[in-house]
T-cell receptor, first 115, second 114 residues
């Protein structure tokens, strides 16, 4: 398996623009997570899905952030409108729930810079 | 809420030295995980621990799930240059049958001594 695939790897945009980050989880995994990493706050969970259904979005900073998972092999994280404070590395991770396991496999991340 | 304190925040290593880092929690966890992150990459799982007292090795790495279930440590023996990176601990409480969120420590940054 190719692992968790994220795109784009790097995105530079201007304040106010819409940003869409994409994720393809590992085939067969039933959980998908979106994390944000910054120097100040470390890794923060934004939202996670189970079988394509959002379970906990309490980490989503505000209404400018939205995430969807239309099918088992694709998810998007959208920021509209973007702001400079959204600059961070965004990670997607997936996992398969089974007894005694359930560890996250991370993608390589999408580095977002909002000018 | 649940918090993880990871220490040290950073450390310098000389090739061949042993390294030790740990995480403590204000809550009891059912799972402890240790990840390593290289520059420009996502965290990669090193070791997973599921039972209090469990001691698990992965090559030169050894991690233990504390008896109190509120702490875990990671040791690296005979460090080599490619050990540099950021090491994260992560813990999870499983609520009933649900997944529970994974809580991450702030990381321990390992660098080579100049």
């Amino acid at each position: 398996d190719a692992g968790v695939i994220q795109s784009p790897r790097h995105e530079v945009t201007e304040m106010g623009q819409e940003v869409t980050l994409r994720c393809k989880p590992i085939s067969g995994h039933d959980y998908l997570f979106w994390y944000r990493q910054t120097m100040m706050r470390g890794l923060e969970l934004l939202i996670y899905f189970n079988n394509n259904v959002p379970i906990d979005d309490s980490g989503m900073p505000e209404d400018r952030f939205s995430a969807k998972m239309p099918n088992a092999s694709f998810s998007t994280l959208k920021i509209q409108p973007s702001e400079p404070r959204d600059s961070a590395v965004y990670f997607c991770a997936s996992s398969l729930r089974r007894a005694g396991a359930n560890v996250l496999t991370f993608g390589a991340g999408s580095r977002l810079t909002v000018l | 809420g649940q918090q993880l304190n990871q220490s040290p925040q950073s450390m310098f290593i000389q090739e061949g030295e042993d390294v030790s880092m740990n995480c403590t929690s204000s809550s009891i966890f059912n799972t402890w995980l240790w990840y390593k992150q290289d520059p420009g990459e996502g965290p990669v799982l090193l070791i997973a621990l599921y039972k209090a007292g469990e001691l698990t090795s992965n090559g030169r790495l050894t991690a233990q799930f504390g008896i109190t279930r509120k702490d875990s440590f990671l040791n690296i023996s005979a460090s080599i240059p490619s050990d540099v990176g950021i090491y994260f601990c992560a813990g999870r409480v499983n609520y009933g049958g649900s997944q529970g969120n994974l809580i991450f420590g702030k990381g321990t940054k390992l660098s080579v001594k100049p």
